[in-house]
Every structure is written in C-alpha cells, then in structure tokens.
C-alpha cells in the first residue's frame, strides 16, 4: 500500500526554522515527483513546493511565489523521504502542511498528485 507520513511540524516563532519530512512506504520513490501542499480552515489547499523524480530528465524543482527564497525541497531517496526546509517563517505560514505525488516530473499547475498523507501542523506564531 502506497503511504506518506509527514512529520516535523510543531511551534515556532516568526523568522525562525523548522524542517519537514516527508517518508514514503509501499513504492519506489525514485520514480516519482513529490509535492508539499498546505491548507488552513477554510481556505483552498495551496501548492508550496515540488521536486522531480530523480529518474526525469527534466529535474525540475517548484516554489510558490510566497515562499521562494525561504523554503528548500530535497530529498533522500535512501531513506525514501523528501524535505522541506523552512527558514525565516512567517505568521501567514502556519498551516497543516501535506506531501503527495505523481510520476516523473512536477507540473507548474501541480496537477495528478495522489497518495495524500495525514499533515503536519505547522504554527508560526510569537
């Protein structure tokens, strides 16, 4: 069974860091483009980040406008876990945080993600 676990959320002050993972089970996650989401009640999910299969040509990596320069997407494909790197937070960046993934390459609309996990919640907060 195809299965994400996010972990790494918690409490941090503004300007401060915290580090996401993201840890596969069930597949291969070479072959495959993961993607950072987050959502807060009441509004749409939001597309954060995405980075490309290891195996795609294209080795694209994605960041939404808001966090472009502040956040960083790797991954370890030993461990089967991507990362999301998040430096000088923002009050505006708390939210419960999602990995997710399709094939290959990421796409600017981020379109054909599956195998959502649960989140982690991420409070930026003083």
């Known amino acids: 069974q195809l299965e994400f676990v996010e972990s790494g959320g918690g409490l941090v002050q503004p300007g401060g860091s915290l580090r996401l993972s993201c840890t596969a089970s069930?597949?291969?996650?070479?072959?495959?483009?993961i993607g950072w989401f987050r959502q807060t009640p009441g509004k749409e999910r939001e597309a954060v980040s995405c980075?490309?299969?290891?195996?795609?040509?294209?080795?694209?990596?994605l960041y939404a406008d808001s966090v472009k320069g502040r956040f960083t997407i790797s991954r370890d494909n030993a461990k089967s876990t991507v990362y999301l790197q998040m430096n000088t937070m923002k009050p505006e960046d708390t939210a419960v945080y999602f990995c997710?993934?399709?094939?290959?390459?990421?796409?600017?609309?981020?379109?054909?993600?599956?195998?959502w996990g649960k989140g982690t919640q991420v409070t930026v907060s003083s």
């Open positions: 069930g597949f291969n996650l070479d072959y495959y483009a």
């Open positions: 997710a993934a399709r094939l290959s390459d990421c796409r600017k609309d981020y379109a054909g993600m599956g195998y």
């Open positions: 980075i490309s299969s290891s195996k795609s040509a294209d080795g694209s990596i």
